[in-house]
């Protein structure tokens, strides 16, 4: 198993399955109609979709950037964290390149920022544009710019860090989890690395070098001597390779489940967007192409985030005009444990099995217990159409005895989205 | 729509089970089972925080002392009324609960304690308090108890380091840079909506499906096991708000939750005006509260697991305002209360005499306190979370 492209064979037939999980891992998961298309194309080419952002086929909306920006301005006027995540999720459901999305919430994960302590909205939803219009750049290009983003010097401190008085916040978190991870730097290069982004801070919302808090002396990072300002450093990080290795450890931590990928395919991972300029475009696209990534091992392996799992319940129901409001699914998705601009802390949500606690268990079974009486009230489900829910949920088991001795009471839809497969992707 | 309660009451499809001890539950298997085990060998802090700067002379009051009658001609307590702890100090009589437990051998007083150049701002002291530094260039965010937990005490990789009870959002105490923390308020956070099988294990194979299908499954029979609570009444609380929020920590330590630090907050202690009523009424609800938690754990025999700190963010004034009130202080006394805690006094009663700018000193630093209940307590090495080494105190029983 390698990098090498995924072609179908007789063991890893291009099937439903595959579809599904195409979809579910990347892009919040299909409609119906968007899985019959796929299946009776070449696997490359609905790769290829996916990644162009030509991939639904249901729930776009016309005009979708201009009602995304009045939804965002009205969100930033209220001040509301929960509608500018309501805004965010409406994105994730109706974008026609719900990739920039899934990518997008990637990077707000790795260089989680808490709008709390922010304390202004305005700078988180910039952030987030950052986000998104980075989200396929060169990681070099996320770095820089995240080395001058208000939200996250507000969030680490930089304003407190000045020629004298160093504080390590920012420049800890730029080498430990940003750029290179734990074991490629020492506490000497933190403490140099926190001189260097003296006189970084934030002025009237935008970035602001304040020359007179800047420590001008000599700097040792990562063996480099020079008179490195806030500027340099991320370019010194960028050249390591501890660097590749961190944003290859990023995409397999995004795209694969636990224990898919060996230690030597992820290096292999990271020489080759060394050799391709950092870019996260060539890393995605080499990874959503590959065999690894159709393997029987990648299927239904990880416990899917809330924002995937609300979204994609969403998305095969195909409940576009009678669904939940976005804000009460952006509440559901905080209760279920993922507050979007409020991530745990610094390391951002820790993921895997850690989404599954009590509270969120439940919550992920209140959740579909309303969606599931909402659906009932309008339609009935005949067997195919159960059959393809099956199959777009991750193809859970309804109980028998469900039906046999309290068919009135058990909804079979609850059950169908809250089963163990319907937990994963 | 079937009416879920009754449902749920009734129907064989949720049973009522009792609460069963997560390494007896039969879904737990193999390390897992070891793992639930020792995790039920793990010491617990529960912690409650008074929020707006308690009133600590009319708290732990210091009956024989003519100052204090002096300092508070309208507030001052009456040395009939006190509830006597010795011949110098007693309880505010409201403290009925918290005289038994100290009668019962399971509450200590830690008196004097603060900070060096104490900071009467609400917001800078509690945040002094939350990320034990009293400089705020290190009021990062991250407290004491989630540094605590930042590196891999946890014994099973899915549990929550940390639990907020109540509805206020997760205090920065409990937060980490990799520490995970969660808030939960009371009630409807564990309610199933509407009644739902479990997934039979049979049906999910593969290490991650029967892990998402015992967890799932784990979850309904709490949520089962919360209701069915709810409506027997098992453990006897009050009907306030602290209660509530301690029951819910309590449930959460029965049912095997697995996290070690719970965080509860009271609000409603910044006394400025006409404060005698509100503040008997707020030490009443924490004391009653405390000792309600305590005899749940007793009875429920998690009582050798089980420690609670309480704190405010500091003390008030010694002399009464004008207002009939107390405006913001500094030192206040400190309670830790459990099976194990070494009952009675710690330190003196601050001087009445010897002020600073007309505030109690402080004689013992917070974060011995820290120290000690990390290093005693929770087994966590107090240097690596509090930066340096502190004095400890005798807080557990020889």
């Known amino acids: 198993m390698s990098w090498e492209p995924y072609t179908p064979t007789s063991d890893q037939p291009w099937d439903s399955r595959r579809t599904v999980h195409l979809h579910r891992r990347t892009v919040f998961g299909a409609c119906w109609a968007e899985i019959e298309r796929d299946l009776e194309g070449d696997p490359q080419d609905a790769i290829t979709r996916v990644l162009q952002g030509k991939n639904r086929l249901g729930g776009l909306r016309p005009n979708f950037e201009s009602k995304s920006r009045l939804i965002c301005n009205t969100a930033l006027d209220t001040g509301s964290v929960d509608r500018l995540a309501a805004w965010w999720i409406f994105r994730c459901l109706h974008s026609p390149f719900p990739l920039e999305e899934r990518l997008t919430l990637m990077w707000h994960n790795h260089f989680a ?36 983003d208000p939200a996250l010097l507000v969030w680490l401190d930089a304003p407190l860090n000045k020629a004298g008085r160093p504080n390590e916040n920012l420049a800890r978190e730029i080498m430990e989890l940003f750029a290179l991870g734990i074991g490629h730097y020492t506490e000497q290069d933190i403490q140099e690395a926190a001189r260097a982004l003296t006189g970084s801070t934030v002025k009237q919302l935008k970035y602001h070098f304040n020359q007179s808090a800047h420590d001008k002396g000599e700097k040792e990072i990562l063996g480099e001597r020079g008179h490195w300002t806030p500027q340099d450093l991320p370019q010194i990080l960028l050249q390591r390779e501890a660097a590749s290795k961190r944003i290859a450890w990023r995409l397999v931590s995004e795209f694969f489940g636990e224990g898919v990928v060996s230690s030597e395919l992820r290096d292999e991972l990271a020489a080759g967007l060394r050799s391709n300029g950092l870019s996260i475009a060539w890393g995605v696209e080499t990874i959503l192409r590959s065999m690894l990534f159709f393997s029987d091992a990648n299927i239904q392996s990880r416990v899917c985030d809330p924002v995937s799992f609300v979204i994609s319940t969403i998305r095969s129901l195909e409940l576009w005009e009678n669904a939940p409001s976005t804000l009460a699914m952006a509440v559901w998705i905080k ?91 | 729509m079937i009416n879920r309660r009754k449902l749920v009451q009734n129907s064989g499809i949720v049973s009522l089970a009792p609460f069963l001890p997560a390494f007896l539950h039969n879904s737990v298997q193999g390390d897992e089972k070891e793992n639930a085990a020792l995790r039920d060998e793990k010491k617990l802090l529960v912690v409650i925080q008074l929020t707006g700067g308690n009133d600590g002379l009319n708290t732990v009051i210091p009956y024989d002392n003519e100052l204090y009658q002096r300092h508070r001609p309208s507030l001052g307590i009456p040395a009939d009324r006190v509830l006597k702890i010795n011949s110098q100090i007693g309880f505010h009589p409201s403290m009925r609960a918290a005289a038994d437990l100290l009668e019962s051998g399971r509450l200590s007083i830690v008196q004097g304690v603060g900070y060096p150049n104490p900071n009467r701002s609400h917001f ?12 705020s260039r290190h ?101 306030t708000k602290l209660a509530g929020d301690l029951r819910l920590a309590a449930q959460l330590i029965k049912s095997g939750a697995g996290s070690r630090v719970y965080y509860a907050s009271q609000p409603g202690y910044d006394t400025h005006a006409v404060q005698a009523r509100t503040h008997g009424d707020l030490l009443r609800e924490f004391s009653e509260a405390l000792k309600a938690f305590l005899d749940d754990m007793q009875d429920s025999g998690l009582d050798d697991r089980v420690l609670v700190l309480a704190f405010s963010e500091f003390g008030r004034r010694v002399t009464e305002n004008g207002s009939s009130g107390t405006d913001h202080g500094a030192a206040g006394p400190v309670f830790l209360a459990g099976k194990h805690i070494a009952a009675g006094c710690v330190g ?39 930066s340096q080494v502190y004095t400890q105190l005798p807080i557990l029983k020889a």
């Not at chain 1, 268990?361 to 309303?370: E, Q």
């Not at chain 2, 800078?124 to 939350?130: R, T």
Request: no cysteine.
């Open chain 1, 335 to 425: 209760r279920m444990g993922q507050q979007l601009f409020q991530p745990p802390n610094v390391g951002g949500w820790s993921g895997g099995r850690a989404w599954l606690s009590t509270k969120s268990v439940i919550t992920r079974s209140n959740f579909a217990s309303v969606i599931s009486e909402h659906v009932n009230a309008q339609t009935t489900a005949p067997t195919d159409q159960i059959n393809s829910l099956r199959l777009l949920l991750g193809g859970g088991e309804v109980s028998t005895n469900a039906r046999d001795a309290n068919s009135e009471e058990i909804n079979w839809l609850h059950e169908l989205l809250a089963n163990p497969n319907a937990f994963l992707h």
């Open chain 2, 348 to 386: 003196s009663h601050p001087s009445l005499v010897d002020l600073l700018d007309g505030d109690l000193k402080m004689s013992i630093d917070f974060r011995q306190i820290y120290a000690s209940l990390l290093e005693q307590w929770l087994g966590i090495e107090s240097k690596r979370v509090l």
């Open chain 2, 139 to 239: 009021h990062d965010g991250n407290g004491w108890l989630g540094r605590s937990f930042d590196y891999g005490t946890s014994v099973d990789g899915a549990t929550d380091a940390t639990v907020a009870v109540g509805d206020a959002q997760i205090p920065a105490a409990i937060r980490g840079r990799r520490a995970k923390a969660i808030a939960l308020a009371a009630l409807d956070d564990l309610k199933l909506m509407s009644a739902i099988n479990a997934p039979k294990q049979n049906d999910y194979q593969g290490a991650l499906a029967s892990f998402v299908a015992r967890t799932i499954q784990h979850s309904y029979q709490v949520s089962k096991d919360w209701e069915a609570e709810g409506t027997e009444g098992a453990a006897q609380y009050p009907a």
């Open chain 1, 113 to 148: 920022t808490g709008a709390d302590k922010v304390g202004n909205l305005r700078l988180m939803y910039r952030q987030n544009e950052v986000f998104r219009k980075h989200s396929q750049s060169q990681f070099g290009a996320l770095l820089t710019n995240m080395n001058e």
């Open chain 2, 124 to 135: 800078e002291s509690m945040a002094i308090w939350h990320h034990a530094h009293v400089d």
